[in-house]
């Protein structure tokens, strides 16, 4: 195995991986709610209207967006960190000077692994929101599980998917490059690393939410 290769394998197992069980939980508790929340106002009889709202929501806005705040506050943060610091250590200049590109060996194995991890814990979110929100709001609510089963089923489009996933695909894309940058931005000091790890939350926040609003106006 490659050092490129086992570094790619480390940045999918920690964001990945370890951020799985958070994902999960964290979807079945949005699915929960928002399928509560709507029966509440639709009326607990009318499936077809939870199911469409459910799924529109989390398909197309939530699933895609929360896991990239998720993989963002958990691992944005972290990645700026450590790349500051190995810059402030001149274990970049070490490596350059032992002839290995920066690019190859920090840059795009961490770059592919968030984006690779984004996309696919954006599934599992999605999936868990659905069929988890759905089962749970049916024991509350008492109603069939069947019925809020076949309304999702009858609002399914494979344009949503892929809106989904592009979504996804950006965000992770966006995420790791801002905190690869904030983190080799730093100079001299050590008190600037908690200064980039900052800056890499709040701008790669921003730009989720610019993301978001300009996928939605072109879709």
Known sequence: MSP???????????????????????????GLIITLQTASIAGEGASNIIGKILLWL???????FFTGLIILTRSGSAIATELATMKLGREVEYLEAMGIKPEVYLIKPRLYGVVCSVVVLSVYFQLSALFGGIFLATLISGVSFSDYSNAIISQFYFKDVVISLS??????FTISLICIWQGFSVKKSP??????????VTGSLFFLFLIDVIVNLIT
């Open 58 to 64: 989390v398909l197309k806005e939530i699933g895609p």
């Open 167 to 172: 979504k996804s695909l950006i965000f992770g």
């Open 191 to 200: 008190t600037e690393i908690p200064q980039r790890a900052t800056k890499a």
């Open 4 to 30: 490129v290769t086992e570094v790619f394998l480390r940045q999918v197992y920690f964001t990945g991986i370890q951020a799985l069980p958070t994902v999960i939980i964290s979807g079945l508790l949005i």
